[in-house]
């Protein structure tokens, strides 16, 4: 090589190297900065002066996705208005290779009047269909299905399609595009219609939303779920599925826990980590995580052993609908997901009451009523592979009823009975007394006088500081009572009976 070939590669080689740590100061990352209050002006001109662009500003929660540079983001770390700053995350689908249908746990000819049911054995594991007799379908409920978008023409879910919007591609077309029509299968489990064709969903009448945040090949970012989850608070949905999984982020935690907080309840995969711990968005405490679990009520192989997995449900081997007209099986967390999400609706649908007497009806009762109504698998109690156990939908959307009484002491005692009949369950009466002085029950079985059940309460002054609330059971299954209220005091004195069964 000539002196003057070695300088020319020299100079070039110089060039280069310096072409490149230029390319490397001035490259720029999609990042998530997270400000104290919630961004305007003066924080978007933050960024812009730091040489950033800004892509999105959200509303849920004090956020903006921008455009960085490595050293502007070094900056902006220290900046008083800044919270934190995070890379935009990759954000995938929670999926298993194919897995061959397993056995079904009952047979084919027992539903032969229901050829919906045939093929949709979590479905039918979880009693759906005893909510579907009921003319209890999840209707009007609005479901917001986080995903690679559905295919809204497919015979057994165009009924039901009531809209959308695509993160990815930023229009209102949130078509289905994936390789493996996974945002399409879980809309299936969660409402596929009960037409007569294909399989029927949990809640065959709930109305599903496609919120497109992942692409075809099922990968989205954090600022794109983020965004997902807003749109979802903001078009007033009842129920977010999130059948994804990304890391442990600041700005993800911050935006489901907003939209619990807006009375949305989420619910999602817990991930299918063979053992590993349950993955995030399921892991948080205002998300519902779902593992899985195969006919015979063991969990799945694949599934994680955590003690934030809070529900069981149907994943392996799960036929579903599939983008044109099709339908194919899937397995994973994200299909168990999927029938918590259904059986939530139909909980919804079907009036569920205020079940943590905290004097609201909200997404808070929903969770506990499917918490309480769970079929216990494992451990005696919650427990970290199945939570509180296998989602059951027949229970879940059975309501205690309420029966609400009036005693008051009037000028006679004929006017001053109150009677009523308990017949073949157990119930809960409670006595809310406010001036009476005691107050005689009287139980009567086949026209006679129950004298073991007979019984006074007797009440201190009002005012006092004196417990002025009784309650006690009744367990009349396998026969008919009739209960007789007696009430003592001055006249005009009351209380107030409650009868729960």
């Not at 999926?95 to 084919?108: D, G």
Request: aromatic share 8%; proline share 4%; with cysteine.
């Amino acid at each position: 090589m000539t002196f003057k070939n070695k300088y020319i590669s020299a100079a070039t080689f110089f060039f280069m190297s310096i072409t490149f740590s230029a390319t490397a100061l001035t490259a720029e990352y999609s990042v998530i900065i997270g400000f104290h209050q919630q961004p305007g002006q003066p924080e978007q001109e933050l960024i812009r002066r730091a040489g950033g662009t800004v892509d999105r500003v959200y509303r849920l929660i004090p956020a903006i996705v921008a455009q960085l540079s490595e050293q502007a983001m070094a900056e902006l770390r220290e900046h008083p208005l800044v919270a934190y700053v995070e890379e935009d995350q990759v954000v995938t689908t929670i999926e298993l290779p194919y897995i061959a249908m397993i056995q079904k746990p009952f047979s084919i000819e027992s539903f032969a009047e229901d050829s919906e049911y045939q093929d949709a054995w979590g479905v039918q594991h979880i009693d759906s269909k005893v909510a579907h007799d009921k003319g209890i379908t999840g209707k009007e409920i609005k479901v917001a299905v986080i995903d690679t978008g559905i295919d809204y023409n497919h015979e057994d879910l165009d009924a039901n399609y009531r809209g959308g919007y695509d993160f990815i591609y930023d229009d209102d077309d949130p078509m289905d595009d994936s390789w493996n029509s996974h945002g399409t299968h879980i809309a299936g489990i969660i409402g596929a219609e009960a037409n007569g064709t294909g399989v029927v969903g949990v809640a065959p009448e709930v109305s599903l939303y496609a919120v497109k945040a992942l692409d075809g090949g099922g990968f989205g970012t954090l600022g794109t779920i983020v965004a997902s989850i807003q749109w979802a608070v903001e078009n007033d949905m009842d129920i977010i599925n999130l059948s994804l999984a990304g890391i442990d982020s600041q700005i993800l935690q911050e935006a489901c826990d907003a939209a619990y907080a807006a009375g949305v309840l989420i619910i999602a995969a817990a991930g299918n980590t063979f053992g590993a711990a349950a993955a995030f968005p399921g892991a948080y405490d205002s998300v519902i995580a779902v593992t899985g679990t195969d006919p015979a009520d063991q969990r799945g192989f694949y599934t994680p052993i955590d003690p934030a997995i809070e529900l069981a449900a149907p994943g392996l081997g799960i036929r579903s609908t599939a983008q044109y007209n099709g339908y194919i099986e899937q397995s994973g967390t994200s299909q168990s997901a999927a029938h918590v999400t259904g059986t939530a609706a139909l909980v919804m649908a079907a009036g569920v009451g205020d079940v943590n007497s905290d004097g609201v009806i909200d997404n808070r009762d929903v969770r506990q009523q499917l918490q309480m109504t769970a079929i216990d698998l494992g451990k005696p109690g919650r427990d970290e592979e199945y939570g509180f156990g296998l989602v059951d939908v027949s229970e879940a959307t059975t309501f205690p009823s309420v029966t609400s009484i009036s005693l008051v002491r009037e000028p006679t005692w004929s006017d001053s009975l109150k009677t009523t009949t308990l017949e073949d369950t157990f119930y809960q009466i409670t006595l809310e007394n406010d001036s009476l002085d005691a107050v005689l029950l009287l139980v009567v079985e086949n026209d006679r006088l129950r004298m073991d059940l007979m019984a006074v309460h007797i009440f201190n002054s009002p005012g006092e500081d004196y417990p002025q609330q009784v309650s006690f059971d009744l367990d009349a299954t396998g026969t008919t009572f009739k209960l007789i209220f007696v009430p003592f005091g001055s006249i005009g004195a009351f209380a107030d009976i409650t009868i729960l069964n």
